[in-house]
């Protein structure tokens, strides 16, 4: 909500005109003077910043004395950010009795500039840069907390990500070329790709099936990109439904890709399904978090969050996955701003998860299912999250996820566990995956942790896309079959 404009506006809007005047005089922040820059690296990224910052001065929400920060932000942005040394740790019994008395976590991230990976009852997977290492050691011995080294070099795992993917393009350069001018987007799985490939294969999917598929943009994120659903079905308005997303959390970049592989699945031999496959009318949202993906991939490896911006501080996006109105208040996300599990200012407070509530609300009839893919950790897992407490048929739920656990161990040799969602991986309000299942009544309600279990964690080398995707399809055909 936004307060009725106050006559102050106008002396508000007066130094921030005078300080982007000043700006706008210095070569390094001439407004005028980037946007063909920024435009030539990379038009997604421009626009966003652009639309943002337009945003921003029409509305007159950018506070006069951060206009400058602001402003730098939009240079800095373009800048990647690297992580030479920095390294992973797994650190154990952080029970919550002792973060109670002392806030390990929370000083983790604060005191030494911990980013926080992966959370459980168990353990907990930080990484500490290469400054702080020294100082969170002895925090740590200190405490006489337990801890592992799962990376010394978090960077070396980026570089090699980045050189596995040049390698896998440059092997298959011939193949690629003839299957793109077969098929529009060149889409494959021996690599991640950018979002515009991903929405391209989307199109291509539709062209190629106009009877059974349709093309929806179901809204648009703070930086002007589109949030796209692929609806697949012989027979919308009787069948039932199951809907699977990805890419919540902008790093996590074999959802994606297992996302865009179920789709390849279903529809390479779309005609040749098995009734309990061809039966459903599916919806596929491979990108939730369109702004974060691409800022993941051009900026930042390690983004969480969105991009929105927030008014007083200097940091941007809310994790989508603590933005839902279920348990919202509740335990396991922030209502700081720079923390990368904030809520965000509201239940539904973000595009993106708006876009996806009014979709769903209108279309909960007949929905039995919501498949919502995350890594790392090899889990599959179901309601509630929010709270310590099973859903009433928790004892289907775990038996189906049995099922998809066993056919993924056959497939791909793969373990994976499953389990309700707080006992795996604590109590967290606001999930997508528990919003599903108060607000629309959904059954089959999974959140899948695809690969690894920490020996790259977010930063899983594409040679791991394949069998990934395919344990991905696994959990997808299972509930697929449930749901009969
Ligand atoms: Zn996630």
Redesign the pocket.
């Known amino acids: 909500m936004s307060p009725p404009a106050p006559p102050t506006l106008c002396l508000l809007m007066l130094p921030l005109v005078l300080v982007l005047g000043a700006l706008a005089g210095s070569n390094a922040f001439d407004i005028a003077a980037m946007e063909p820059v920024t435009a030539s690296q990379g038009h997604l990224v421009a626009t966003g910043n652009k639309a943002l910052y337009e945003r921003m001065t029409l509305n007159g929400t950018l506070d006069p004395d951060s206009a400058a920060d602001a402003a730098g932000m939009m240079d800095v942005n373009e800048i990647p950010v690297r992580y030479d040394e920095a390294q992973l740790w797994r650190i154990y019994n952080i029970s919550e009795g002792m973060q109670k008395r002392l806030p390990f976590r929370q000083m983790l991230e604060q005191k030494f500039g911990g980013n926080i990976w992966k959370e459980n009852s168990k353990f907990l997977d930080i990484s500490i840069a290469k400054e702080q290492l020294k100082a969170a050691r002895s925090f740590l011995a200190a405490h006489n907390i337990e801890s592992q080294i799962l990376s010394d070099n978090i960077q070396s795992l980026i570089d090699q990500e980045q050189l596995e993917s040049v390698a896998s393009t440059l092997g298959r350069l011939g193949a690629r070329t003839k299957k793109a001018t077969r098929n529009g987007s060149g889409m494959h799985w021996k690599d991640y790709h950018d979002l515009e490939t991903i929405y391209a294969f989307m199109r291509e999917i539709r062209t190629k099936f106009p009877n059974v598929c349709r093309l929806y943009t179901i809204g648009k994120t703070a930086e002007g990109r589109d949030l796209k659903v692929l609806r697949i079905s012989e027979n919308p308005r009787e069948y039932k439904k199951i809907w699977i997303d990805g890419g919540?959390?902008a790093r996590?970049w074999i959802?994606p890709a297992t996302v865009t592989f179920i789709l390849y699945q279903l529809m390479s031999n779309w005609e040749n399904q098995p009734a309990h496959i061809r039966g459903l009318t599916w919806y596929i949202m491979p990108v939730m978090n369109p702004d974060g993906y691409e800022y993941s991939r051009t900026v930042n490896r390690l983004w969480?969050k969105n991009r929105s911006p927030s008014r007083r501080a200097k940091c941007f996006g809310v994790d989508l996955?603590r933005n839902f109105d279920i348990g919202w208040n509740g335990y396991g996300s922030s209502t700081n701003p720079c923390s990368d599990t904030y809520r965000g200012s509201q239940p539904a407070s973000e595009l993106e998860t708006q876009a996806v509530v009014e979709f769903l609300s209108k279309r909960k009839y007949n929905l039995e299912s919501y498949l919502t893919y995350?890594?790392y950790g090899q889990m599959v897992v179901y309601p509630w999250a929010y709270k310590a407490v099973k859903v009433k048929d928790a004892s289907v739920l775990q038996r189906v996820a049995n099922t998809a656990v066993q056919r993924i161990a056959q497939k791909t040799g793969a373990n994976y566990r499953a389990s309700v969602t707080h006992e795996a991986l604590g109590i967290a309000g606001g999930g997508s995956d528990d919003w599903s299942r108060a607000a629309l009544n959904v059954k089959y309600v999974y959140t899948i942790e695809l690969r690894d279990r920490g020996n790259f964690g977010f930063v899983l080398p594409p040679r791991f896309i394949k069998d990934t995707a395919l344990e991905g399809w696994t959990l997808a055909e299972t509930v697929a079959q449930a749901i009969g």
Do not use: W
Request: charged share 25%; proline share 0%.
């Open positions: 919540i959390h996590e959802s969480r996955n995350h890594s």
